[in-house]
């Protein structure tokens, strides 16, 4: 079974960019979904970006696109989240997760987790 490990957090200013990477173990990582939650402190879980598993397909929640970039190199069992233009709205625990079942917008369909990564952008 897939292992997530997710890195590149950290703080930043408004306005600026960051890059979080989700490297994952095992062989078959060409056949999951892939996407990135983020959860505030009070709030919910929700989905920022997920990707299929060739990474021809994309989608995003409204209120980062345009801003933000999941890619995927299966080659590297690794996915990305290029973060633009931040906000303080984007403080959160980022986390990476896959799915069984292809691309997927719904957290129930995400089977592996990663532990979560800070991200920080003061207001």
């Known amino acids: 079974q897939v292992l997530l490990v997710e890195s590149g957090g950290g703080l930043v200013q408004a306005g600026g960019s960051l890059r979080l990477s989700c490297a994952a173990s095992g062989r078959t990582f060409g056949v999951y979904g892939m996407a990135w939650f983020r959860q505030a402190p009070g709030k919910q879980r929700e989905l920022v970006a997920s990707?299929?598993?060739?990474?021809?397909?994309?989608v995003y929640t409204d209120s980062v696109k345009g801003r933000f970039t999941i890619s995927r190199d299966n080659a590297q069992n690794t996915v990305y989240l290029q973060l633009n233009r931040l906000e303080a709205e984007e403080t959160a625990v980022y986390y990476c997760?896959?799915?069984?079942?292809?691309?997927?917008?719904?957290?129930?369909?995400?089977?592996?987790w990663g532990k979560g990564n800070q991200v920080t952008v003061p207001s």
């Open positions: 990707i299929s598993p060739g990474g021809l397909n994309t």
């Open positions: 997760a896959a799915s069984n079942s292809g691309l997927q917008r719904a957290e129930k369909f995400y089977d592996v």
